[in-house]
T-cell receptor
Framework: QKEVEQNSGPLSVPEGAIASLNCTYS??????FFWYRQYSGKSPELIMF??SNGDKEDGRFTAQLNKASQYVSLLIRDSQPSDSATYLC???????????WGAGTKLIIKP | GAVVSQHPSRVICKSGTSVKIECRSL??????MFWYRQFPKQSLMLMAT?????????EQGVEKDKFLINHASLTLSTLTVTSAHPEDSSFYIC?????????????FGEGSWLTVV
């Protein structure tokens, strides 16, 4: 069974601090890794994707991938209350681009 | 970025009736579309994968005769919930994959809230 694991949270972070979200996956053959943000009652929106080991930065967001340890993380710098949402980790397994989803981590940024 | 439009955003239907949800890729050709269902406070659950011009592939436990998926063109896929029951009430979301070589362009529609009364 191919799995993607996330801590459900909630993860509470003070405004302005760095929020760190983690995700582990079971299939070593996984190719691409995605972070989505989902506000309550809304559809997920893509934050960023990564497919090479190391860090990838986009504005306040940094994705980190470690294929040897099978984890991917998302760092949010200078956290804002508007970052409060559920963050979903997704892993692409095969050529049909089907995504395997984690259950999501609820992030709360406290003003 | 690419836009996927999903309609209706909210629908209420009576038990036993059918309801159709449309998913359109507005500025790209979607070779593959995915349909998800999400119950409150739960993660996305993939229902089926549809490729343009072919039959959808349903996930285990999803009744293909109840959830009819049609992907007749590169820009439109529809999900029809037939003989709806209150337990079908959920948030239904489509996503679409573009046809570029990176394979990383997967975009979500806005989602459709279905309430069966």
């Amino acid at each position: 069974q191919k799995e993607v694991e996330q801590n459900s949270g909630p993860l509470s972070v003070p405004e302005g601090a760095i929020a760190s979200l983690n995700c582990t996956y079971s299939d070593r053959g996984s190719q691409s890794f995605f972070w989505y943000r989902q506000y309550s009652g809304k559809s997920p929106e893509l934050i960023m994707f990564i497919y090479s080991n190391g860090d990838k930065e986009d504005g306040r967001f940094t994705a980190q991938l470690n294929k040897a340890s099978q984890y991917v993380s998302l760092l949010i710098r200078d956290s804002q209350p508007s970052d409060s949402a559920t963050y979903l980790c997704a892993v692409r397994m095969d050529s049909n681009y089907q995504l395997i989803w984690g259950a999501g981590t609820k992030l709360i940024i406290k003003p | 970025g690419a836009v996927v439009s999903q309609h209706p955003s909210r629908v209420i239907c009576k038990s036993g009736t059918s309801v159709k949800i449309e998913c359109r890729s507005l500025d790209f050709q979607a070779t593959t579309m995915f349909w998800y269902r999400q119950f409150p406070k739960q993660s996305l659950m993939l229902m089926a994968t549809s490729n343009e011009g072919s039959k959808a592939t349903y996930e285990q436990g999803v009744e293909k005769d109840k959830f009819l998926i049609n992907h007749a063109s590169l820009t439109l896929s529809t999900l029809t919930v037939t003989s709806a029951h209150p337990e079908d009430s959920s948030f239904y979301i489509c996503s679409a994959r573009g046809s570029d070589s990176s394979g990383n362009t997967i975009y979500f529609g806005e989602g459709s809230w279905l309430t069966v009364v």
